[in-house]
């Protein structure tokens, strides 16, 4: 009995040891099979070629403006009377054609008129302060002709507009434009510095109602980039964009006056220690047309010049004008040419290569609607 256990035991073992070489067997079977590898694993082919695209180009530089500062400025009126109402905020928006406070219950109104208002207008008066009063008016959407005449015109236009900002008819007469409706301000819009006006209290002295950031006098680039595309430049703050000249200066007043409204401008100088600067981009006024290429298709860089490649055709001059994030902007330089004595058609390569990358930018025209990826550097384009 004990006989026939042992041999049931061998056979188990036998047939264990029979299945296990079989399955060996066809794992190895299974390695020995040639296999292609993922799509994704796959080696890639170099590519070649490029299709050149193109775009625009402000040769955009970050830069300090050195601010030339005065004194804070104040919105003055000259009503006197008991404050009894203010729509002012520090840190907030004072826009022209808007009401500042109340005196009295009358409202005086914010007014950016080229040249304040300094006397009540009376018919048939004229000046820059009429002119001013008819720009303006004309600006926030009166019909007014703007000749610099206190005319029936003007009465009527100005009469119109002080009621539709809820100035009783009793203050508004019929042949007198009085100045104390109006409080000027600088620009359409200003930064509010501090609130002097106090309800409940009479108007100061000054007739102060609200105080904004100092005057701006001046202002320049603090230091010039070195690199720079030649041509005529502007800067842009915030929404604004205005021109400079070559040593980085603003010149216009009306620039320097929208420069001094913006929040910006207020919050750097409320914090300045020492000269207040401001951050600004230094651009192009007119962006340029640029040609897109790889780094690797430009060779023989010098002096913002180089070489690239076409697909077909022979090596030509380029100016670089910039580069961005592996990309590199080049013009074709009026003076770039071939070098005919290399040129070798037979290893010029069809536009369609490789296709063209993906994206917003739309493949610039022959000569320069492909370029060689790893050039032939020693062909000469000079």
Do not use: K
């Not at 309800?199 to 105080?211: H, M």
Request: hydrophobic share 40%; with cysteine.
């Amino acid at each position: 009995m004990s006989g026939r256990r042992s041999a049931a035991v061998s056979g188990s073992l036998i047939g264990l040891g029979s299945l296990l070489v079989a399955a060996a067997a066809a794992v190895g079977a299974v390695v020995a099979l040639p296999t292609d590898p993922p799509a994704a694993l796959r080696t890639a082919s170099p590519v070649q070629t490029v299709a050149v695209t193109e775009r625009t180009d402000a040769d955009e530089h970050q830069v300090q403006l050195a601010l030339d500062t005065g004194a804070p400025r104040s919105v003055v009126t000259s009503r006197t009377g008991i404050v009894t109402s203010s729509s002012c905020s520090t840190g907030g928006v004072l826009r022209s054609g808007t009401e500042i406070a109340r005196v009295d219950d009358v409202p005086v109104i914010a007014f950016a008129s080229r040249t304040p208002l300094f006397r009540d207008l009376t018919l048939d008066d004229r000046g820059e302060d009429v002119r001013g009063l008819q720009q303006e008016l004309a600006r926030l959407g009166s019909t007014i002709a703007v000749d610099g005449i206190v005319g029936p015109g003007t009465l009527r236009a100005t009469r119109s507009f002080l009621l539709s900002h809820d100035v009783p008819r009793a203050a508004v007469p019929d042949d007198t434009i009085e100045r104390s409706a109006f409080a000027w301000i600088p620009a359409a819009e200003a930064t509010v510095r501090t609130c002097t006006a106090v309800v409940g209290a009479p108007v100061d002295a000054d007739g102060t109602l609200v105080e904004l950031p100092a005057e701006l006098r001046g202002a320049r680039i603090e230091q010039l980039p070195s690199e720079a595309v030649a041509g005529a430049r502007e800067i842009a703050v915030g929404q604004l964009r205005t021109a400079v000249d070559d040593n980085g200066v603003v010149t216009d007043p009306d620039a320097l006056t929208q420069i001094g409204a913006l929040p910006e401008y207020a919050a750097t100088v409320a914090s300045a220690d020492g000269v207040p600067t401001l951050p600004a981009s230094w651009v192009l006024a007119e962006p340029l047309e640029v040609r897109v290429v790889p780094p690797s298709a430009l060779w023989d860089v010098r002096d913002h010049h180089a070489c690239v490649q076409p697909v077909p055709g022979d090596p030509v001059r380029v100016e670089v004008v910039g580069s961005e994030l592996g990309q590199s902007f080049i013009r074709v330089d009026p003076g770039g040419t071939a070098d005919p004595t290399t040129a070798d058609p037979t290893t010029a390569e069809p536009a369609t290569a490789e296709p063209a990358t993906a994206g917003p930018a739309t493949a610039v025209p022959t000569p320069l609607d492909r370029v060689r990826v790893v050039p032939d550097t020693g062909r000469s384009c000079r």
